[in-house]
């Protein structure tokens, strides 16, 4: 079974850092491209950064670019958003996801979130002075 668990959300105060984590377990973690996406209230569901299966490429959205950086540790099965200089507009509940389990076509990255197959359950950035 494919499970994503999320953490490391919370509270920051604008400029402040925080990392996010996602496990990942019943897949070949490596293989796979995993995306982070976020979603305000009242907003619909926002990829904001990607990491390729394999070569492990990232990418991320311009709103967050020199901000945001997405890697992964394959050995842990884990994939890290390091979030710097944060800004109220960053507040969100933040979702891990990873696609269908095709070797063909799950390596390379979406910002799409029907891309995508498998979900955590997020974890909530607030970001407030």
């Known amino acids: 079974e494919v499970q994503l668990v999320e953490s490391g959300g919370g509270l920051a105060h604008p400029g402040e850092s925080l990392r996010l984590s996602c496990a990942a377990s019943g897949f070949a973690f490596g293989d796979y491209a995993i995306a982070w996406f976020r979603q305000a209230p009242g907003m619909e569901r926002e990829g904001i950064a990607c990491?390729?299966?394999?070569?492990?490429?990232?990418y991320n959205i311009d709103s967050v670019k020199g901000r945001f950086t997405l890697s992964r540790d394959n050995t842990k099965r884990m994939a890290y958003l390091q979030m710097n200089d944060l800004k109220p507009e960053d507040t969100a509940i933040y979702f891990c996801?990873?696609?269908?389990?095709?070797?063909?076509?799950?390596?390379?990255?979406?910002?799409?979130?029907?891309?995508?197959?498998?979900w955590g359950q997020g974890t909530q950035v607030t970001v407030s002075s």
């Open positions: 996801a990873a696609p269908a389990l095709d070797p063909e076509y799950g390596r390379t990255c979406s910002y799409i979130a029907r891309a995508y197959s498998f």
């Open positions: 990491i390729t299966g394999g070569d492990g490429r990232s």
